[in-house]
């Protein structure tokens, strides 16, 4: 992750200029490049392959959009850019730019976020947790497929992770899993995945 900007920008500044480029964020009016790698693309792919196909089996009212852009903050000047989000279809008649753009700023309709670990650990692990959590999203996902996150966030020895965040009141609990451990998504209780299911063929 590096960050580019020369200059301060604002929201608008952001939707006029990188709204269509999938390599960039804003944070606190900085432009960060999220520096994505083709094994993160496949492993972010993979988990909403994974996703889509639960969330069609179980006839949820529930879709991830090709793209889309959060508003964190109303009175923020950051945009986040999650490699995998879930919407709630049955609310986005709520939200004041949706009809006009990919843009979500309520928390309510968003269902599940999920970001793949590159080089921006840090952002993963603390402050989009923070920023998820204020907004009310009920799911985190953090899928550390290099095991790159700092110990104190995935333990010793360093290895691949897959948090999952579950919303209690306006804080998560974080419950952790390795390699051949199935995960346990409240949000969807009957999916069945596994950590080695979204890795890159024959990296692990």
């Not at 986040?80 to 709630?88: F, H």
Request: net charge negative; aromatic share 10%; hydrophobic share 40%.
């Amino acid at each position: 992750m590096a960050y580019i900007s020369q200059e301060t920008l604002t929201k608008e500044d952001f939707l006029s200029q990188y709204q269509d480029n999938s390599r960039y964020e804003l944070a606190d009016g900085e432009l960060i490049d999220m520096e994505p790698t083709g094994p993160h693309e496949m492993v972010g792919g993979k988990v909403a392959t994974q996703i889509g196909i639960h969330l069609v089996a179980e006839k949820l009212p529930w879709f991830i959009p090709r793209t889309c852009l959060i508003y964190p903050f109303a009175d923020a000047a950051t945009v986040r850019r999650p490699d995998v989000v879930v919407l709630d279809e049955t609310v986005l008649e709520r939200e004041p730019l949706w009809e006009r753009e990919p843009v979500i700023t309520m928390g309510r309709s968003i269902k599940l976020v999920v970001e793949v670990v590159s080089t921006n650990w840090e952002t993963d692990y603390a402050r989009k947790v923070e920023e998820y959590a204020l907004l009310g999203i009920p799911e985190y996902w953090i899928v550390d497929y290099r095991g790159l996150g700092g110990v104190a966030f995935i333990g010793k020895p360093k290895q691949p992770t897959f948090t999952v965040c579950q919303l209690a009141e306006d804080t998560y609990t974080l419950q952790q899993y390795r390699m051949n451990q199935v995960i346990n998504s409240p949000l969807l209780p009957r999916l069945q995945l596994l950590l080695n299911d979204v890795l890159p063929r024959g990296v692990y």
